[in-house]
């Protein structure tokens, strides 16, 4: 009878027989909640934690991605410099062998008036030569 005079005034007794303002029930159910709030805020500590990694990770690989692709641009713009020198050195040295073509003509053409000029002088001294 008493422990229903005092449930009314919501005071109610425990396993230990203190006296509580809670139901037993209710209590119960409080430190059930307080254990589950617990562990969910260790697995947010935890994912937390991982997230942090994670993103270091992604990070870094960032970093690292970014690091090729600029060894990427200049082996690129190395490989263009380079065409472009080649080109270049390809028209320097088509105008030089079109210079020594034309080079090698006059020298033949050269070499053929001499030959004439050789033939008419050995001509020339065979008649004088003949006549004399």
């Known amino acids: 009878m008493a422990d229903e005079a005092l449930a009314r005034a919501g005071l109610h007794f425990d396993e230990l027989n203190k006296i509580r303002v809670l139901e037993p029930e209710t209590q119960q159910q409080t430190l059930e909640l307080k254990e589950e709030c617990k562990d969910f ?3 947010i500590g935890d994912f937390q934690k ?3 990694t994670f993103i270091e990770v ?7 991605v ?5 060894k ?7 490989l263009k410099s380079i065409a472009k020198q080649r080109e ?10 079109s210079e020594k073509k034309m080079q090698l003509e006059r020298l033949r053409i050269q070499y053929e008036a001499l030959l004439k000029e050789e033939r008419e002088q050995k001509e020339f001294i065979e008649q004088f030569t003949l006549q004399k």
């Open 41 to 43: 805020v260790d697995k």
């Open 50 to 52: 991982i997230v942090g």
């Open 58 to 64: 992604v990070d870094n690989v960032s970093k690292e």
């Open 66 to 70: 970014e690091k090729e692709k600029m």
């Open 72 to 78: 990427a641009i200049g082996s690129r713009n190395l």
């Open 88 to 97: 270049s050195q390809q028209q320097q040295l088509q105008a030089l062998t």
